[in-house]
């Protein structure tokens, strides 16, 4: 595993849409583990692959609860609902926060590492945590949601 640099805001990449990954390969679950180390380090809940340069629909999350990390590949936001407005920041837009406003629950559809499908439906912290990755995969970043 290795650290890998995070992309900062101003990164053309970091704008860029995301392909979908084709098959999961060693190089992916390298990646994906790559990811986590990095994210750890970083002191952050979720890491997606775009802010490591990689182009593709992966991101990671621990929200430090029972399940710990969670892997998303190819996901897909089935359904949203309700509000909740919260304080946000972003490991590639450091020292940076700022409330915004996001759905309080979440439906996705994805892949693990081990190429199996889930859903899963959360809310709050994960909910908020999940929408704000997936954005990145996307082109997108919190600060686009600042009123």
Not at 32 to 50: N, Q, R, S
Not at 95 to 113: C, D, H, L, T
């Amino acid at each position: 595993m290795a650290i890998r640099n995070i992309r900062i805001n101003g990164d053309e990449v970091l704008r860029k849409q995301c392909k979908n990954v084709k098959e999961i390969t060693p190089r992916t679950i390298k990646l994906i583990k790559d990811m986590a180390e990095t994210m750890y380090e970083a002191d952050g809940v979720g890491l997606a692959a775009p802010q490591v340069g990689i182009l593709q629909r992966i991101f990671v999350i621990d929200v430090y609860d029972d399940e710990g990390l969670r892997v998303f590949i190819n996901p897909e936001i089935l359904e949203v609902s309700g509000s909740q407005i919260g304080e946000e920041g972003c490991l590639s837009i450091p020292g940076e926060s700022f409330e915004v406003e996001r759905a309080n629950y979440v439906k996705v559809k994805a892949f693990n590492e081990k190429g199996e499908e889930f859903i899963l439906e959360a809310t709050e912290l994960l909910a908020r945590a999940i929408l704000h990755e997936n954005d990145h995969l996307n082109g997108k970043l919190f600060i686009d949601y600042v009123k």
